[in-house]
């Protein structure tokens, strides 16, 4: 069974203060790994998909990266408006939908 | 602007009441998708159509109901039925085209049953 866990639940950084977030997963055949922000009271914002080990993918301060047990999400000099849940989903060759893991809740403290 | 539209954003409702979830999308993405939100968790599918007239089970379908009558629509009805209805819904759609193509959703549906 593909299964997905993101750790920490939950993080508090200083404005300016890099860190990195993690997603470990299983999965018998990987299709995609995604990263998404959510924002109180919003859906899902698409931020990355990385289909294999080795890949990495950059938007202003985020850097998403892949290995074959887990990704991580590094976040560079982060800024207040960084403040959301991150969301890791994979999708499987196997499986018939998304698996979600339940989030890191990112507060950026000015 | 392309996107998927939930309404209403916020709904109020009675035990033992039926109550619909509206989607709508312009996308033009044959596939949507229904999922429950709850504190803690991670997303739980509840249906999936992957094109008009014909939709499957998620992992959570039960006392749920849906349609696909139009590529553009997939309404969610929460019934009676449904043991524990309050919860934040999202709606979702992705093009079927390309291997590993993410889902877009909607801003969501927020779900209160008294």
């Known amino acids: 069974e593909d299964q997905v866990t993101q750790s920490p639940e939950a993080l508090r950084l200083q404005e300016g203060e890099s860190s990195s977030l993690n997603c470990s997963y299983t999965?018998?055949?990987?299709?995609?790994l995604f990263w998404y922000r959510q924002d109180p009271g919003k859906g899902p914002e698409f931020l990355f998909t990385?289909?294999?080990a080795g890949e990495e993918k950059e938007k202003e301060r985020l850097k998403a990266t892949l290995t074959k047990k887990e990704s991580f999400l590094h976040i560079t000099a982060p800024k207040p408006e960084d403040s959301a849940t991150y969301l890791c989903?994979?999708?499987?060759?196997?499986?018939?939908?998304?698996?979600f893991g339940p989030g890191t809740r990112l507060s950026v403290l000015p | 602007d392309g996107g998927i539209t939930q309404s209403p954003k916020y709904l109020f409702r009675k035990e033992g009441q039926n109550v619909t979830l509206s989607c709508e999308q312009n996308?033009?993405?044959?596939?949507m998708y229904w999922y429950r939100q709850d504190p803690g968790q991670g997303l739980r599918l509840i249906y999936y159509?992957?094109?008009?007239?014909?939709?499957q089970k998620g992992d959570i379908a039960e006392g749920y109901s849906v349609s696909r009558e139009k590529k553009e629509s997939f309404p969610l009805t929460v019934t009676s039925a449904q043991k524990n209805p309050t919860a934040f819904y999202l709606c979702?759609?992705?093009?079927?085209?390309?291997?590993?193509?993410?889902?877009?959703f909607g801003n969501g549906t927020r779900l209160t049953v008294t």
């Open positions: 979702a759609s992705r093009g079927t085209g390309n291997i590993g193509s993410p889902l877009h």
């Open positions: 989903a994979l999708e499987g060759n196997y499986g018939q939908n998304f698996v």
């Open positions: 159509s992957q094109i008009v007239n014909d939709f």
């Open positions: 990385l289909y294999s």
């Open positions: 999965v018998s055949g990987l299709r995609g």
């Open positions: 996308l033009n993405h044959d596939a």
